[in-house]
Protein backbone atom coordinates (compact mmCIF):
# COMPACT_ATOMS: atom_id res chain seq x y z
CA UNK A 1 0.00 0.00 0.00
CA UNK A 2 0.85 3.53 -0.46
CA UNK A 3 0.01 7.39 0.29
CA UNK A 4 -1.03 8.88 -2.64
CA UNK A 5 -1.13 13.17 -2.58
CA UNK A 6 -2.09 16.00 -4.86
CA UNK A 7 -3.43 19.09 -5.53
CA UNK A 8 -0.21 21.23 -5.65
CA UNK A 9 -0.02 23.84 -8.28
CA UNK A 10 1.09 27.64 -8.65
CA UNK A 11 -1.07 30.16 -7.21
CA UNK A 12 -0.62 33.82 -6.54
CA UNK A 13 -0.68 35.43 -3.10
CA UNK A 14 -4.18 35.42 -1.45
CA UNK A 15 -5.42 32.45 -3.61
CA UNK A 16 -6.37 29.09 -2.91
CA UNK A 17 -5.45 25.24 -3.19
CA UNK A 18 -6.85 21.89 -1.45
CA UNK A 19 -4.53 19.24 -0.98
CA UNK A 20 -5.61 15.73 -1.53
CA UNK A 21 -4.31 12.17 0.53
CA UNK A 22 -5.30 8.83 0.16
CA UNK A 23 -4.29 5.17 0.27
CA UNK A 24 -3.53 3.46 -2.51
CA UNK A 25 -5.60 0.01 -1.67
CA UNK A 26 -9.42 0.53 -0.62
CA UNK A 27 -9.17 -1.69 2.29
CA UNK A 28 -6.28 0.29 4.37
CA UNK A 29 -8.26 2.92 6.45
CA UNK A 30 -6.42 5.97 7.67
CA UNK A 31 -6.43 6.35 11.50
CA UNK A 32 -4.38 10.13 12.70
CA UNK A 33 -2.44 11.88 9.60
CA UNK A 34 -1.14 14.96 9.31
CA UNK A 35 0.62 17.44 7.05
CA UNK A 36 4.36 18.46 7.15
CA UNK A 37 6.52 20.93 4.64
CA UNK A 38 9.47 21.48 3.27
CA UNK A 39 10.52 24.47 1.87
CA UNK A 40 13.71 24.87 0.40
CA UNK A 41 16.79 24.94 2.73
CA UNK A 42 14.71 24.25 5.68
CA UNK A 43 13.96 21.47 7.60
CA UNK A 44 10.77 19.50 7.69
CA UNK A 45 7.81 21.14 9.58
CA UNK A 46 4.41 19.81 10.85
CA UNK A 47 1.45 21.99 9.17
CA UNK A 48 -1.33 20.49 10.90
CA UNK A 49 -2.84 17.09 11.96
CA UNK A 50 -5.02 15.23 12.91
CA UNK A 51 -5.40 12.54 15.72
CA UNK A 52 -7.72 9.47 16.07
CA UNK A 53 -10.01 10.83 17.92
CA UNK A 54 -10.88 14.12 15.58
CA UNK A 55 -8.32 16.58 17.09
CA UNK A 56 -7.18 19.50 15.11
CA UNK A 57 -3.82 21.04 15.28
CA UNK A 58 -2.30 23.64 13.73
CA UNK A 59 1.21 25.56 13.28
CA UNK A 60 1.22 29.35 14.15
CA UNK A 61 1.95 30.29 10.66
CA UNK A 62 -0.86 29.10 9.24
CA UNK A 63 -4.02 29.08 12.61
CA UNK A 64 -6.69 30.66 10.73
CA UNK A 65 -5.70 30.22 6.90
CA UNK A 66 -5.33 26.45 6.36
CA UNK A 67 -7.79 23.68 7.33
CA UNK A 68 -7.18 19.78 7.61
CA UNK A 69 -10.34 17.02 7.16
CA UNK A 70 -11.15 13.93 6.93
CA UNK A 71 -13.67 12.59 4.94
CA UNK A 72 -14.35 8.71 6.24
CA UNK A 73 -16.85 7.90 3.23
CA UNK A 74 -13.78 8.15 0.83
CA UNK A 75 -11.02 7.38 3.06
CA UNK A 76 -9.02 10.71 1.76
CA UNK A 77 -8.03 13.17 4.15
CA UNK A 78 -7.24 17.02 3.10
CA UNK A 79 -5.93 20.51 3.67
CA UNK A 80 -7.47 23.49 2.55
CA UNK A 81 -4.92 26.25 2.04
CA UNK A 82 -6.58 29.69 2.19
CA UNK A 83 -5.15 33.37 1.92
CA UNK A 84 -1.88 31.74 0.49
CA UNK A 85 1.14 33.47 1.40
CA UNK A 86 4.95 33.62 -1.12
CA UNK A 87 5.97 31.94 2.69
CA UNK A 88 4.27 29.10 2.55
CA UNK A 89 5.93 27.75 -0.76
CA UNK A 90 7.14 24.29 0.32
CA UNK A 91 6.63 20.83 -0.80
CA UNK A 92 3.68 19.40 1.26
CA UNK A 93 3.61 15.38 2.17
CA UNK A 94 1.08 13.90 3.54
CA UNK A 95 2.18 11.15 6.39
CA UNK A 96 -0.85 9.31 7.78
CA UNK A 97 -0.93 5.85 9.90
CA UNK A 98 -2.80 2.98 7.69
CA UNK A 99 -4.08 0.16 8.66
CA UNK A 100 -6.42 -3.05 7.66
CA UNK A 101 -8.02 -6.27 8.61
CA UNK A 102 -4.47 -7.56 9.04
CA UNK A 103 -2.42 -4.79 10.25
CA UNK A 104 -2.22 -2.91 13.35
CA UNK A 105 -1.54 0.91 12.41
CA UNK A 106 1.73 1.71 11.19
CA UNK A 107 2.86 5.25 9.76
CA UNK A 108 3.53 6.13 5.71
CA UNK A 109 4.72 9.02 3.86
CA UNK A 110 3.19 10.38 0.74
CA UNK A 111 5.70 11.44 -2.36
CA UNK A 112 5.06 15.15 -1.72
CA UNK A 113 2.99 17.40 -4.00
CA UNK A 114 4.67 21.22 -4.95
CA UNK A 115 2.85 24.17 -3.85
CA UNK A 116 4.41 27.72 -5.11
CA UNK A 117 2.56 30.83 -4.18
CA UNK A 118 3.82 33.35 -6.44
CA UNK A 119 2.82 36.16 -8.66
Known amino acids: VQLQASGGGLVQPGGSLRLSCGASESSWLINAFGWYRQAPGKERELVASMNAAGITKYADSVKGRFTISKNNAANMVYLQMDSLKPEDTAIYYC??????????????WGQGTLVTVSS
Open 95 to 108: NAELYDMSHSPRPY
